[in-house]
């Protein structure tokens, strides 16, 4: 339906309508209004020859996977442009670094303006030209300015802004006095809202939710037409600043009530006028966030009482209680949570649910001081009115009331499908009057006092009772249970003894009863035979069940620590049963008869000790799971070869097991596990396992010969670790259709097959296999691809003839005897190799690399020398190199293409190649440790350890450079050949940094004074081509000593020099652009200080030969004039 609705509205527009995809521009139809691209760059050039003067809407998308693959030749987009000055509508995404062309400006009708984009940090002013635009949105990550014109956009209806670094919105935003949306809900950083966001009278929607707590403006107050509002803000002025919102809708959270001591403010805010509010919740802890109940980013607005003064005020129980009374929802609210409240009573208003009607959910929470809960419903004159049932109230939620004693009105509450009441000790019944019939889920957790759950006949739709932790509870009900509950859970019931009554639930599907030690017996008349499911664990007092085989209808069973319990009698089972689940039955001695259970299809026993047989008469044949664990008296499992069904048999630490069967296992097992076995010597028979695909061995120590000539040749997977007496594995060659053999801690295994191995084999794992010294035939290993050799120390070298030529993942590690691995450069199809803690190797490879190899990985090779055939691996993806002293690689040696991925740690011969190849570099030096890599997340892993940092030196890859926590023992930082380079939050907090160096960093404009830390007493700024200004004047910067900039060409100007005041050195070189005056400069000549020869020449005239020779002046001298002169500044 929907492709003929497409080809329909394609044959109504005819040439209207035009879309490009895959590049290919085959015709342009004269007339195109609404034109879509889906493809690369490429189609812009194309476009600039066609006629699009009637162009309207222009939308650039991305192919899917190629997001940011759009426009990236910017010589053709500014004429594109020029080309489409009739565009009502254009979306594209901007993949450049540079920054968007001024010639959108020429958009002179444009009337919705949508840019996608990692790369702009700031919009032209030509924007703001767009005086019809009525839509704009910015997905721009890395925007950190909007421009300040942005208010000439008078006719700007939606503003929607997606950015991480923008903190602050320019105060000319409020001049867009018919924006409607202003959407900044993924501004992670924006710290304030501008201060006149009142004249924003026609805003209709406001969302700030991913920002961190907002301070409100008061000109909030001002738009009464606002409907939306989202997202976490701090209410230094009181709450009454919503009072004229009267419009807001959906949910709105207050929290620190108990900091809001002035009454009338609780009153001026009205919230029983804003009838479109849908849902209300009331905090009086101002840290709600550790509530489980908060909803975080699921609530619209939330607002945080927070007033200086009152935040150590002691609570107040008459205070709280006025508060709560004025405090009234509106009485279309749906629902309503109440936190925290500290009075003795609730307002009237909480019980009159009359006046609620479209409440369907109140939940109360920690009001530790509240008796009674009153949910009455009363007529129009005030009386109760048990008649009435207009209430659509759904859910009630009670949590945390130690002095709640009873819940009153309960049986009015004709809509009630949902009752939880929790940690409510001394409450003793629920209702007096019963509970309402419709009623289908009861959970009662914690409420130590309560003894019975009486009147519950009646519930005629209840489903599910869970009950938790009622320590005095001994009677479910003397009436009994409602007949169509259908999920009852008992846990923690210490007085419980016994479930009378139980045969009439007709209903009951599943049945749980946890920790309740007084339990004797479950039912003496029986269970309901429509049972399905029992669990039954920590019953410590029971001892046998009876009257199971009448649960006709019984599929799983679940006994778990019941220490009593000593014979489970299959007889007594009922025959439907398919999971049986035994654990922790330490009396437990046999399973008998449990051949009549024909549908048994899994079977669990788990820590039985005194289990010594499984059953005499055998298992069911239809058994297709057995598991076994931990039963230390097992000796044997007989009787296997009847379950013609069984697939899968695990058995795990059974330490008197001797042998698996005696009259063999059956013949469709298709997966062997076996574990923890000490005794077990071997595996006969089992060449009769034709479907046996997977056979795993571990922990078996006195199994010496696996006689791999027994087993079948269907075998895929050979799993075999920590057997300690196996010396051979003979007759591999049998296994053909063997794909993985995995070997493991077999010390005495000298030799795995003196046949070889089958030649079908693809994954090879041997490790700690000290005794292993050949793996003979492995050329004939035409099938492996993947190799791994862990702490072989035996083992001998791999010659180029033992390698296979399909390898294509070789992984090597503590290899002690390896000093080479000539031949390497044979294995074509290699894609992996990792070469770890071989101590001896010398060289990889007498010849190049495999030119296919995407990941290599060295470690720990402290006498490798050498790598060649670096340029020819077109295809890596990953370089790792750590802790390699010797290496070195000649500057021929260069990558073709950067991996994504590039580690090089403690290798101090790579610098010079690191820096020929220009890796996009990151370096830490911590006393004799050096660090490179283009993945700043591997380094900064753990950064709050490096407590012994002294220089920190990063390139390229730091964009995620610690957003959040601060160093406080860095001392030197260098930025070096950095492209882009994104703000760095937490440095003016490093107050131990003294020196930093900025270097070919041309992606810098600008450098704020904020950024940098008032601590600095060096700064260099060296080769930022870009850079235009350098500011230095908002900050004190009495500690700077030493300031030189050099070959930043496009600088003009350096703001502050003349606030510094105690400067040793100033160098300004190779900045042509520079605009200096001698104001500019520092206020004295100081004899230390050192300025570039051009400035020197162009500000300062030659010197006498008496000033020449003048004494240097001291520094108290020095200090004592430069605070007289700061003095005098300050009075003028």
């Given at each position: ?12 527009a ?14 342009f139809?004269?007339?195109v ?6 493809g ?12 699009l ?13 190629c997001?940011y ?24 995404v ?25 790369f702009?940090?700031?919009l ?8 019809h635009?009525?839509?704009l ?20 209806r ?7 670094w ?16 202003l ?9 304030e ?10 805003l ?17 107050k ?27 809708q ?11 001591v002035?009454i009338?403010?609780a ?33 619209g607005?939330?607002?945080k ?6 935040k ?5 129980e008459?205070r709280?209680?006025a ?12 629902k ?8 003795s009573?609730f ?8 006046s609620?009607?479209s409440?369907?959910?109140?939940v ?19 009386k109760?009115?048990a ?5 659509m109230l ?7 009331c ?16 949902q ?11 629920l ?12 959970h009662?957790e ?14 005629t739709?209840?489903?599910?009772l ?10 479910l ?8 509950l ?11 003894t016994s479930?009378?009554g ?26 309901p ?10 019953c ?6 009876s009257g199971?085989?009448?649960l ?10 019941c220490?009593?319990?000593r014979?489970?009698s ?7 049963l ?10 437990l001695?046999s ?20 289990l ?28 296997m070869q ?7 048999l ?5 330490p008197?097991?001797?042998?698996l ?22 595996l ?10 997977a ?7 006195k199994l ?11 075998l895929?997977d ?15 060659q ?8 995995t ?10 097959s003196?046949e ?9 794992h041997?490790?700690?296999c ?8 492995m ?10 050799i ?21 992984y090597?590690a503590d ?28 060289l ?20 490798l020398?050498?790598?060649?055939g670096m ?14 002293p010797?290496?070195q690689?000649?500057a ?8 994504k ?6 290798c ?7 820096e ?14 050096l ?5 700043w ?24 450079f610690?957003?959040t926590?601060?160093?406080s ?17 937490c ?28 601590t600095?007493?060096s700064?260099?700024?060296d ?5 235009r ?10 500690a ?5 900039i050099?070959?930043?060409?496009k ?13 040793r050195?100033?160098?300004?070189e ?17 004899p ?36 007289s002169w ?7």
């Open positions: 339906m929907h492709d003929m609705i497409h080809d329909l509205a394609k044959l109504i005819g040439n209207e309508c035009y879309t490009i995809v895959d590049n290919w521009l085959s015709c139809p004269d007339g209004r609404h034109l879509c691209i889906q690369q760059e490429e189609l812009v050039k194309s476009l600039c020859s066609q006629n003067r009637a162009l309207r809407t222009f939308l650039l998308s991305a192919q899917c996977g997001v693959n759009m426009i990236k030749e910017v010589t053709h987009f500014p004429l594109l442009l020029l080309r489409t000055e009739c565009l009502r509508t254009l979306k594209f901007w993949k450049s670094e540079d920054e968007l062309p001024d010639s959108i400006s020429n958009l002179k009708h444009l009337r919705y303006l949508h840019i996608t984009s990692k702009v940090k700031r032209p002013e030509s924007v703001c030209l767009l005086y635009l009525q839509t949105i910015l997905d721009c990550d890395g925007l950190a300015k909007l421009p300040d014109g942005l208010g000439n956009l008078i006719n700007l939606y503003f929607k802004l997606q950015t991480y923008i903190k602050r919105l320019p105060e000319s935003v409020c001049q867009l006095s018919n924006l409607q949306t959407d900044l809900h993924w501004c992670k950083q924006l710290k809202l501008p201060s006149g966001i009142g004249s924003l009278t026609n209709r929607y406001l969302d700030t939710v991913r920002a961190q707590s907002l301070c409100l403006p008061a000109g909030i001002k738009l009464t037409n606002l409907q939306r509002l989202h997202g976490c803000y701090e209410v230094q002025g009181g709450i009454g600043v919503l009072k004229d919102l009267v419009n807001l959906g949910d709105l959270c207050i929290s620190g009530l108990r900091n809001l002035s009338g403010d009153k001026d805010v009205g919230l029983k006028y804003k009838h479109k509010l849908e849902q209300l919740y009331l905090f009086w802890d101002a840290n709600c966030e550790n509530d489980w109940h908060y909803e975080g980013d699921n609530i607005l939330h607002l009482v927070f007033l200086e003064e009152n150590d005020v002691p609570a107040d008459k709280e209680e508060l709560l009374e004025y405090l009234q929802p509106p009485t279309n609210l749906k309503l949570l109440i936190s925290g409240y500290g009075g009573k307002p009237e208003w909480v019980g009159n649910l009359l609620f009607a409440l369907k959910d109140i109360i929470i920690d009001c530790e001081k509240i008796r009674s809960l009153p949910l009455y419903i009363h007529d129009s004159l005030g109760l009115d008649s009435i049932s207009k209430s759904e859910r009630v939620s009670i949590y945390g130690p002095k709640l004693t009873s819940i009153g009105g309960l049986h009015n509450l004709h809509s009630l499908k009752l939880k009441i929790s940690v409510c000790p001394q409450l003793l019944i209702s007096e009057e019963g509970l309402p019939s419709k009623l289908q889920k009861l009662n914690e409420c130590q006092w309560l003894t019975s759950l009486s009147g519950m006949q009646n519930l739709s209840f489903g599910a869970n009950i938790y932790n009622c320590l005095q509870l001994w009677l009900s003397e009436q009994g249970l409602p007949f169509k259908q999920y009852l859970h008992i846990e923690e019931c210490q007085q419980l479930l009378p139980m045969q009439h639930l007709a209903s009951l599907r599943a049945l749980t009863i946890t920790k309740c030690p007084q339990l004797r017996l479950l039912s003496e008349e029986g269970l035979s429509k049972l399905e499911s029992l669990h039954i664990e920590k410590q007092q029971l001892t046998l069940l199971m085989q009448n006709t209808s019984l599929r799983a069973l679940t006994i778990k620590n220490p009593q319990l014979l489970l299959g007889e007594e089972l009922p025959s439907s398919q999971d049986l689940h035994i654990e922790e039955c330490q009396q001695m399973l008998q008869g449990m051949q009549n259970l024909a549908s048994l299809e899994l079977l669990t026993i788990t820590n039985c000790p005194q010594q047989l499984l059953s005499e008469e055998g298992l069911p044949s239809k058994l297709q799971y057995l598991y076994i664990e931990e039963c230390q008296q097992l000796t044997s499992l007989s009787g009847n379950l013609t069904s069984l697939g899968k695990t058995i795990r630490n059974c008197q097991l001797l042998l069967s005696e009259e063999g296992l059956p013949s469709k097992l298709e997966k062997l596990y076996i574990e923890k076995c000490q005794q077990l010597t071997s006969s028979g089992m060449q009769n396992l034709t479907s046996l695909i056979l795993t061995i571990k922990s078996c120590p010496r010969l696996l006689s791999v000539e027994d087993l079948p040749s269907i895929q050979l799993h075999i670790e920590e057997c300690q007496q196996l010396i051979s594995l003979p007759g591999m049998n296994l053909t259709s063997l794909g993985e053999l070997i493991i801690n077999c010390p005495q295994l000298q030799l795995l003196e070889g191995l089958p030649t079908n084999l693809q994954d090879l041997i490790e700690e000290q005794q292993l010294i050949s793996l003979q035939g050329q004939n290993l035409t099938s492996l691809e993947a190799l791994t862990i702490n072989c120390p035996q083992l001998w070298l791999l010659s180029k003839e033992e390698l296979p030529s399909k390898l294509q993942y070789l090597i290899y002690q005897q390896l000093t080479s691995l000539s031949g390497v450069q044979n294995l074509a199809s290699l894609r992996a190799l990792t070469i770890t803690n071989c101590p001896q190797l010398r990889l490879s007498e010849e190049e690399l495999p030119f296919k190899l995407q990941r290599l990985f060295i470690e720990k090779c402290q006498q020398t050498s790598l060649s340029q020819n691996l077109t295809s890596l993806d990953a370089l790792t190199i750590q802790n390699c010797k290496l690689i000649i021929e040696e260069q990558l073709s293409s950067m991996p991925y590039v580690d090089i740690i403690d101090p011969g790579l610098v010079k190649w690191c020929v190849q220009k890796i996009n570099c990151i370096q830490v030096v911590s006393g004799n440790k660090t490179i890599s283009n993945s997340g591997k380094i900064m892993h753990g950064f709050d350890d490096l407590t012994s940092i002294e220089h920190l030196c990063f390139s390229n890859s730091w964009k995620l610690l957003e926590i601060s160093i023992i860095l001392e030197e930082l260098t930025i070096w050949g950095c492209t882009h380079v994104p703000s760095i939050r440095l003016p907090e490093v107050t131990s940094l003294r020196s930093m160096v900025i270097k070919d960093c041309p992606g810098i404009q600008h450098m704020a004074d904020q950024a940098l830390p008032c600095l007493d700064l260099v700024v080769s930022c081509e870009d850079l200004c350098l500011q230095l004047a908002l900050q004190n910067r009495d700077l000593k030493e300031l030189q050099v070959n930043c060409p600088l003009t100007m350096v703001e502050g020099l003349n606030c510094i005041f105690f400067l050195l100033l160098r300004i190779q900045c042509p652009k520079i605009q200096l005056s001698p104001a500019d400069l520092p206020p004295f000549n100081f230390r200080v050192k300025i570039a020869l051009v400035l020197q020449e162009k500000f300062n005239p030659p010197q006498s030969e008496e000033a020449e020779n003048r004494e240097t002046i001291d520094d108290k001298t020095l200090e004592k004039r430069v605070m700061k003095t005098r500044r300050l009075w003028q």
